[in-house]
């Protein structure tokens, strides 16, 4: 399946932690990519590979893998990382695939 | 800083064609992927297609035989054309590029929304 599935929404408490997973088969092969879409923004580059963030993005947002899962997590979440979250990665065919979104809610 | 502009119509009619043209600055599109994304209304995120540097394309499946992408690197830019749209193709278009071994997605266009109606 070229399938990248997402939970539909989470919720953390300011300052806590909340992980993000995103599910498919392509990931047991290719590694998956972040990002961060604020209402009315075009979408922002926050992880990339085994776990790196762009020029910019704090560290407190961080990558993992694991089997056909890749999560992004933020630790001590802000305010402003209340957004919709979406994985990237490709399928066998070259063909690039996006996730289904999070939409997260920072309480 | 590399920047990214889509241009193009925000309305097209019904069995039209959609061109979009994204314009790069502080970078060469001799280099890279090159994609194109939509995002219908309150939706996620589809992958279009993309054309790498030396020509070469490739373009999701489910939009069939529709999509044409092309690359005018004289001007530092690339182009999309949908054709046969219908109002399921009403959306906002980004560009963005791409990494030359993996699917990252490092800068995008702010993007522009696209309606399909009569």
């Known amino acids: 399946s070229s399938e990248l599935t997402q939970d539909p929404a989470v919720s953390v408490a300011l300052g806590q932690t909340v992980r993000i997973t995103c599910q498919g088969d392509?990931?047991?092969?290719?590694?998956a990519s972040w990002y961060q879409q604020k209402p009315g923004q075009a979408p922002v580059f926050v992880i990339y590979?085994?776990?790196n963030r762009p020029s910019g993005i704090p560290d407190r947002f961080s990558g993992s893998s694991s089997g056909n899962t890749a999560s992004l997590t933020i630790t001590g979440a802000q305010a402003e990382d209340e957004a919709d979250y979406y994985c990237?990665?490709?399928?066998?065919?070259?063909?690039?695939?996006f996730g289904t979104g999070t939409k997260v809610t920072v309480l | 800083q590399v920047q990214l502009q889509e241009s193009g119509p925000g309305l097209v009619k019904p069995s039209e064609t959609l061109s979009l043209t994204c314009t790069v600055s502080?970078?060469?599109?001799?280099?890279?992927?090159w994609s194109w994304i939509r995002q219908p209304p309150g939706k996620g995120l589809e992958w279009i297609g993309y054309?790498?540097?030396?020509?070469?394309?490739n373009h999701n499946p489910s939009l069939k035989s529709r999509v044409t992408i092309s690359a005018d690197t004289s001007k530092n830019q690339f182009s999309l054309k949908l054709s046969s749209v219908t109002a399921a193709d009403t959306a906002v278009y980004y560009c963005?590029?791409?990494?030359?071994?993996?699917?990252?997605?490092?800068?995008w266009g702010q993007g522009t929304l696209v309606t399909v109606s009569s």
């Open positions: 392509s990931l047991r092969s290719y590694y």
């Open positions: 502080g970078g060469s599109i001799s280099s890279y992927y």
């Open positions: 990237n990665s490709r399928d066998s065919s070259d063909n690039y695939v």
């Open positions: 054309i790498y540097y030396s020509g070469s394309t």
């Open positions: 590979g085994k776990n």
């Open positions: 963005a590029r791409g990494q030359t071994v993996t699917t990252d997605l490092d800068y």
